[in-house]
């Protein structure tokens, strides 16, 4: 989109913040955590931590791919990660993983992950670069 560039026609890093919270959303849902549900008995995840490395530019005009997946699961912190991609030359233009917990409001309180989570739960991966996304929830957007 227009909104989503600067004047030379490069998308801003904070639009790429904005497609990540949109994948992360279904990835949501795909776990079970619908926002209906989540508004209702106000169990929300919420984001600690942000990393994210731009590795090429995209630009007004660009088709993206946004890919992410439940990375790492602890007893009450987990982890999701996410590729942007250009698909017309299969570019990577950024990489990102964010650290969550789950909190039930108004007091918010941290809560344990969900025990249905356990069936993602993964040995550690050898390498970012080599992901087994073949066992955890893994959402195209």
Request: aromatic share 8%.
């Amino acid at each position: 989109m227009f909104f989503d560039t600067d004047c030379a026609a490069v998308v801003h890093n904070i639009a790429y913040l904005r497609f990540i919270e949109t994948a992360r959303t279904l990835l949501a849902e795909e776990l079970g955590m619908k926002l209906t549900e989540m508004a209702a008995t106000q169990r929300y995840p919420v984001v600690i931590r942000t990393e994210i490395d731009y590795r090429r530019a995209a630009k007004l005009g660009d088709r993206l791919t946004i890919d992410g997946w439940l990375d790492r699961l602890e007893r009450i912190r987990f982890w999701c990660a996410f590729q942007i991609k250009r698909p017309a030359d299969d570019a990577l233009i950024a990489e990102c993983r964010q650290t969550l917990a789950i909190i039930q409001m108004p007091a918010a309180k941290l809560l344990r992950l969900p025990e249905q989570w356990q069936r993602y739960s993964a040995p550690a991966r050898t390498s970012q670069a080599n992901p087994r996304r073949d066992v955890l929830p893994h959402v195209p957007v």
